[in-house]
């Protein structure tokens, strides 16, 4: 617990410093929220500016944001009128988030046991197959594995939507397209995990004591040979739950992807603030479980 809450206090001033990070960066960048927007009289921009307090010092700007934040306010969007980031966010991230943990689920659903299986039957054809096919869902992007989906399954069989966001059938072209990668990296961290372990001292120790192959594996060699895979799930998780541009935007998906890359070109600076910020909760979050979980599958950690 000691530990916990000491990590938690730690994310703190680490949150602190990535909103300025965020906050100033976005500004120093060329352009502005309103470069894009047809000539305006120099009264009303005067009005947007002060509206949204860019006539004040960048330190100015940042302290009213931070007093803000502080309630739980990431402010109003500067791209889209009369709507705030909350509001935004609170529309667009439950998307994202059934689509980004579904496709975790197909990830290590499919990568594990791929991996696994590859590594204790190293160098047979189970082996030549699996990686065969890891590697294969590597190279192949997702903006090149979505279209390909789309056109067998959605087009030429007709067995699933092609588009937008109305019933459980629309979400299996969507989470196939963002896990078809993840798969891959995941089967060649489960297979390089499980050969690591296979070798260590305390699975000829295990053998040695006469214990199947089958609790070699399971019950001794699968704890250890995961945790590869576990440290890669934190980032991962977090960078599917927060959605994915090119997948939303070729399903026209309703999710926080898009707003990810539009704010950004469109220099809505709160938006942008405010979906930095949601990645790095997340991500310090989910980092801290995946620590709390090697402390259980590794017992030296424990320890330690």
Not at 177 to 185: D, E, P, Q
Not at 209 to 222: I, T
Request: some cysteine; charged content about 15%; overall charge positive.
């Amino acid at each position: 617990m000691r530990y916990v809450l000491r990590r938690l206090a730690f994310m703190v001033p680490i949150l602190i410093g990535i909103s300025f990070a965020a906050f100033a960066l976005i500004r120093l960048a060329p352009g502005g929220p309103f470069d894009r927007e047809r000539q305006v009289p120099p009264e009303i921009e005067r009005q947007l500016n002060a509206r949204y307090h860019l006539d004040q010092p960048l330190w100015r700007q940042y302290w009213i944001y931070l007093g803000g934040l502080v309630r739980g306010d990431l402010g109003p969007s500067m791209r889209y009128r009369n709507h705030a980031v909350n509001d935004i966010i609170a529309a667009g991230l439950p998307v994202s988030l059934t689509i980004g943990g579904l496709a975790f689920c197909f990830a290590l659903g499919t990568g594990v046991p791929l991996g696994f299986y590859a590594a204790i039957r190293k160098g047979q054809l189970t082996d030549q197959l699996g990686s065969l096919v890891a590697i294969t869902a590597i190279c192949v992007p997702t903006f090149v594995a979505g279209p390909i989906l789309v056109m067998v399954f959605g087009v030429k069989l007709r067995w699933f939507p092609v588009a937008l966001w109305d019933s459980a059938w629309h979400t299996v072209l969507p989470v196939l397209t963002l896990g078809i990668y993840f798969a891959g990296r995941v089967a060649r961290l489960m297979r390089e995990g499980m050969l690591n372990t296979l070798h260590a001292g305390f699975i000829v120790t295990a053998r040695a004591k006469g214990l199947s192959e089958n609790a070699v594996f399971w019950r001794h060699g699968f704890r250890l040979g995961v945790l590869p895979v576990l440290s890669y799930s934190g980032p991962l998780l977090a960078d599917l739950l927060t959605g994915s541009f090119v997948v939303e935007n070729l399903f026209q998906i309703p999710g926080i992807g898009v707003f990810m890359v539009n704010s950004s070109l469109n220099r809505d600076y709160p938006m942008v603030v405010g979906l930095v910020l949601l990645y790095a909760v997340l991500l310090l979050v989910l980092n801290l479980a995946v620590d709390l979980l090697y402390a259980v599958l590794d017992p030296r950690v424990r320890h330690e």
